[in-house]
């Protein structure tokens, strides 16, 4: 019998993101599926390990795949509450139940668990103080709303 898996390693939580986004543009229909890009239009990071603003100007690209499935590329920067400038990059998958799918179409409330909504984190910044981001790696468990992204992000040990 093979050996058993170790335990997976701990998920400290590490911050909650509120993000307000513009709506969807669509680039058109690739071999891969639809291509769009969603604005970041900013908001709030507040938690444990790291808090601050969602500055203006980040992007969300995706690609709405033939099976319904959202792939994530998201790119922004965290003003933190001390001044410094952090670089995140989020690359996951977005997709759910069709009936989920057409409430949040119709701008209706969904809950985090009535989709799944997951994306790995990576952070780079030259500041000093924050240091330490470079060498993390972060879970987030997204909810998505009309014109609101909410990411839980958990630091992966």
Same mark, same amino acid.
């Given at each position: 019998m093979p050996?058993?898996?170790?335990?997976?390693?701990?998920?400290v939580p590490m911050t909650r993101i509120d993000c307000e986004v513009a709506g969807v543009t669509s680039l058109g229909l690739l071999p891969?599926?639809?291509?769009?890009?969603?604005p %970041? %239009?900013?908001?709030r990071v507040h938690g444990p390990e790291l808090n601050g603003q969602i500055a203006e100007g980040g *992007?969300?690209?995706? +690609?709405?795949?033939?099976?319904g499935v959202i792939e994530i590329a998201a790119h922004y920067v965290i003003r933190t509450d001390d001044g410094a400038l952090v670089e995140v990059r989020s690359e996951g !998958?977005?997709?759910?139940?069709?009936?989920?799918l057409a409430q949040l179409a119709r701008g209706e409330p969904v809950a985090r668990d009535a989709?799944?909504?997951?994306?790995? *984190?990576?952070?780079s910044t030259a500041a000093p103080a924050w240091q330490h981001l470079n060498?993390? !790696?972060?879970?987030?468990?997204g909810a998505r709303e009309?014109?609101?992204?909410?990411?839980? !992000?958990?630091? +992966?040990t």
């Open positions: 050996d058993a898996f170790p335990a997976p390693p701990p998920l891969a599926g639809e291509r769009r890009y969603v %970041l %239009l900013g908001g *992007v969300d690209w995706q +690609i709405l795949r033939p099976d !998958l977005r997709h759910g139940p069709p009936e989920v989709m799944y909504f997951r994306t790995v *984190v990576r952070f060498k993390v !790696l972060a879970l987030a468990c009309a014109h609101r992204v909410r990411l839980d !992000l958990y630091r +992966i």
